[in-house]
C-alpha cells in the first residue's frame, strides 16, 4: 500500500511549502524581536524599580535627618530665648547685687554676714 501513495510534486504544492517556511521564518523573526525587546523592556523597568527604591531610601534619610535638625533648632531657639532672659537679668543692677550677696557674699557697709550650714535630708530623716 505504500506503494500506491505518491508524493505530489507539483508547482502548487511547492508554493506551499515555500509559504509555509516563510511564515515560520517570519514567527521565528517575531519571537525572536518579541524577545529582544521584551528583555529590554524589562531591563529599564529593573532599573526604573532600583532608581525609585534607592530614592525611596534616600528620601526617608533626608526626612530623618531634617526632623534631627528641627528639633536641634528648636532646642538651640530655647536656649537663644534663655540666654537673652538671662542678659536682661545680668543688665539689672538689683539681679546683680542679689546674685552677687547670695553667692559671693558680699554685704554692704556695716552689714554682717552669717553662712548657716545647709540642711541634709538624711538628718532630717
Not at 19 to 40: C, M, S, W
Not at 56 to 71: D, R, T, V
Amino acid at each position: 500500500m505504500a506503494d500506491n501513495i505518491r508524493n505530489m510534486d507539483n508547482e502548487y504544492i511547492q508554493q506551499k511549502k515555500k509559504a509555509r517556511r516563510i511564515q515560520q521564518k517570519r514567527t521565528q523573526v517575531i519571537k525572536r524581536r518579541i524577545t529582544v525587546f521584551g528583555g529590554i523592556l524589562l531591563t529599564i523597568l529593573l532599573v526604573l524599580c532600583l532608581l525609585l527604591a534607592f530614592q525611596m531610601h534616600s528620601n526617608h534619610q533626608l526626612k530623618q535627618e531634617q526632623i534631627a535638625k528641627e528639633q536641634e533648632l528648636e532646642k538651640l531657639k530655647d536656649n537663644e530665648i534663655a540666654l537673652k532672659e538671662k542678659l536682661k537679668q545680668l543688665n539689672n543692677k538689683e539681679y546683680i547685687t542679689k546674685i552677687a550677696r547670695s553667692e559671693y557674699f558680699l554685704s554692704n557697709d556695716g552689714e554682717m554676714i552669717f553662712k548657716m550650714p545647709k540642711e541634709d535630708k538624711n538628718k532630717s530623716e
